[in-house]
């Protein structure tokens, strides 16, 4: 068979050469040891946990080293695009700390750009008729019925299944067979003629698991699609190498795919990249551990992480935490370090499952809120308030002394002691409600409606802001002893049947009328940061609505 004029039917035309795009892509100018890494999502707009783990690993592999990480975006698949996912994809990995050197919506260094897949097609079907006019790479007609024959022929016989040996119905087609099809008009796929033997092993060694064992590649994979897009594995093989990527950070589930990759790579006559495969992120669901699952668990989703408020660095800390075994000691050393300080390395990477825990990264998260400075936790809220508060929330901000002066009180901000009970901006934003909105329910009092009603009365008849934190206690104490209440603690618990209650249950009906609330933080520097007129409105309201 001439497969040169074959390849001249199949894809008419003049494509530059290998020599041409090897000087169009030359290797970039790094220092010796700096690597190239890439993460390569599709655009579907979906974001997840596992692409974080991924991101982290590349930008921490190619910084350490002096190189640089890229994005690229793999949208051979038009049906999976999603309006915006790209910029989604840029905005959550940039909201977690982890930026890209160069790609997709970025720019950077144009001479490896484009970094689109779609606006890279004549350099995959220069390569695909490269291919055909070698024997390396066939049409094949069959149709979705036909594979689909295919794969039950296959299920039934208990074979492994797929597109290969006599399964591959159009590969030994003959030159008249296929010039016929070809004028009917029928529609084809490019694959590729593997010259693979199941029966033979690879060794290959991989940068997270070690040295691993595959088996040859058998499969006459589709190189390119009936479109003239190429599939991913022959799309990543031509950018890995003209892009320049030196090492591939990826998912266990891409161990199945090896075989084929280094087949395609083999083919085209290119360097095989470095690989490693990180493991699945898990989850202890009852006694087994299963991989996260978008159906299941919306932790997987990074929005999650930003809807809720987590704070970047935390997530990030814990992510770490799962990627290398010697994280966790070296950030009890360095606790007020740059991350990018860690000395990362692939192979302390988990060879099994990683065990991803909300709890354990809800108690990281308390840990670094605690941390954040006055100007800090404001900004971080502020930030967070914008962007997923309602609008009353976003007002909270309007008189940024409130604002910090209720921080310093429910969270401890620019204290000695530090608050540790907050994971999230959107749970300290609701805990910290009743100062900037009045409660619209209120706890239940324990004491009777009369008893409350007179306490209130009082307070109000008493209440003056400019009090000191004394004479506003003394006040409260003169309150309760009017009221049959003890106004010392110790008197209450010498004799309790003398008394309606204690001088802290006076308390907690002032505290409830303010805050809606039985628990709170100290009450008196509350009403301090709410001020007199607002105070005596909310006593007011919950004297009148008894």
Known sequence: MNYKLLAERLLPGEYPTPEDYEAKYPPRDLPKGAEVTRLAPSPTGFIHLGNLFSAITDERIAHRSGGIVYLRIEDTDLKRKVDGAVEAVIGALKYFDVKFDEGAEIGGNETYAPWYQRQRAEIYRAFVKKLIAEGRA??????????????????????????????????????????????????????????????????????????VTVTENDQDVVILKSDGIPTYHFAHAIDDHFMRTTIVIRGEDWLASLPIHIELFAALGFPLPRYGHHCSLMKQDGETRRKLSKRKDPELSLEFYRKEGYFPRAVKVYMLTLLNSNFEEWYLKHPDADLAEFPFKAEKMSKSGALFDLDKLNDVSKNELARLGEEEMFAFLKDWAEEFGTDTQKKYFADAEKMKRTLALCMGVGGKKRRKDFTTASQAMEFIRYFFERPAAREQYRTDAASKNAILRAFLARYRYEDDAQAWFAKVKEIAAENGFAAEMRDYKANPEAYKGSVADVAEVLRIATTGQANTPDLYTIMQILGEEETRARLQCAMENS
């Not at 087609?173 to 490019?190: H, M, Q, R, T």
Request: proline share 4%; with cysteine.
């Open 138 to 211: 066939y049409p094949c007609f069959c149709t979705e019925d036909d594979l689909a024959a295919l794969r039950e022929e296959q299920t039934k016989n208990k074979e492994i299944t797929g597109y290969y040996g006599k399964y591959a119905k159009c590969r030994n087609l003959s030159e008249e067979e296929i010039y016929k099809n070809l004028d009917a008009g029928k529609p084809f796929v490019i694959r590729l003629r593997s010259l693979g033997n199941p029966e033979n092993k690879i060794k290959f060694h991989d940068e997270i698991k070690g040295d």
